[in-house]
């Protein structure tokens, strides 16, 4: 913890730390953590570490901090995925989505196969109550299947929520044998965390992947920055209804 000023000055020397072992060992920290604010006093870790020789593993951990910073204390720890597969969380994006009341959505970037590498995009909803208790994972839901790849891809995907119950995710596959097209999404999450089927796709290009970002400008208007088929940084906007309905514009 740090105190910063009114003005948003940094008072240099830290106010309190924690460092501690997660139940890992032998490797450190891959892909980084992203940390983001649950409810007052109360915050919450994703993060993903390399792992001991089993393999790598991805946590969601609350902590509670302390209006003055002071104290920090680990209030749960739960482990999101153990060694199924090898995967990456992405710092760029929202660590945690929040969806309604404790019901959060989060992405991961996963691969499989030894020789040859399934890649995939999945989103999970989870629960976390306001005083840090973390729920098991409500469900599971695979957006992008590229197999073939002859080496783990690169994760390049952005979540964004668009409105109550609407969400989009701009991702792209690439380098590989098999490359895939980087395609916007949309889809739907329950209050209760249940994800549903998409409701509308738009592929940007055939076989770019790099640097994908979504982002809003206003009201349904959206800015897709992607990497073009002529290897260009490209810039798109897109029109999302309140339905998920996406338009060219």
Sequence with gaps: TFAFSPAGVITK???????????EIYRNSVSGASIMKIAPNVFSLLIHTGGDYAGPRTYVVTYSISDDGLTISKIAQTTILPNVADHEIFPGNHPLLHVTGTKYAFLTHETRGTTTHTDNYVIRT???????????????????????????????????????????????SGTGATVGPTTLRTFTITDAGAIAATGSSYALCTTGYYGNMLFQVKDTGWPVGYNDDANHAALKTVNISAGGIITYI
């Excluded at 020397?13 to 139940?23: C, D, F, K, Q």
Aim: hydrophobic content about 45%.
């Design 13 to 23: 020397s830290v106010i309190a730390t924690v460092n501690e072992n997660l139940g």
């Design 126 to 172: 989870i629960s976390i109550t306001d005083a840090g208790a973390i729920g098991s994972v409500i469900d599971t839901k695979v957006v992008q299947l590229v197999s073939g790849q002859v080496a783990p891809q690169v994760f390049y995907a952005s979540l964004r929520r668009i409105n109550s119950t609407v969400f989009g995710l701009v991702s792209g």
